[in-house]
Nanobody, 126 residues
């Protein structure tokens, strides 16, 4: 059974940094497509960053240059380093995984992913 557990959320002032973690279990971690998504109140869930089994990454335009997605295949953990945070980054952040082949142009689309964590709250104040 696939399990994804996020941690590392919190409250930070604009310009600050946070590092989110997603501990994965129950599957062959290194062969899955992995992604980070976020959902702000009243808004749809949006893709933030994704990484494929070959460690190729994709980012939303709004976070390019500020966020970095990475994974540790030994510890089965996905990370999202978030720097230069802005108030508009405030949201619940979710980790997602899928064993299928996801084309690069759709790796930030939530319906592509079959497994989800419970989310971790990130709040950025101005």
């Amino acid at each position: 059974q696939v399990q994804l557990v996020e941690s590392g959320g919190g409250s930070v002032q604009a310009g600050g940094s946070l590092r989110l973690s997603c501990a994965a279990s129950g599957y062959t971690y290194s062969s899955y497509f992995m992604g980070w998504f976020r959902q702000a109140p009243g808004k749809e869930r949006e893709g933030v960053a994704a990484v494929d089994p070959n460690d190729r990454t994709t980012y939303a335009e709004s976070v390019k240059g500020r966020f970095t997605i990475s994974k540790d295949n030994v510890k089965n953990t996905l990370f999202l380093q978030m720097n230069s945070l802005k108030p508009e980054d405030t949201a619940v952040y979710y980790c997602a995984a899928d064993p299928g082949l996801i084309p690069w142009w759709s790796q930030l689309q939530a319906p592509r992913y079959s497994h989800w964590g419970q989310g971790t709250q990130v709040a950025v104040s101005s």
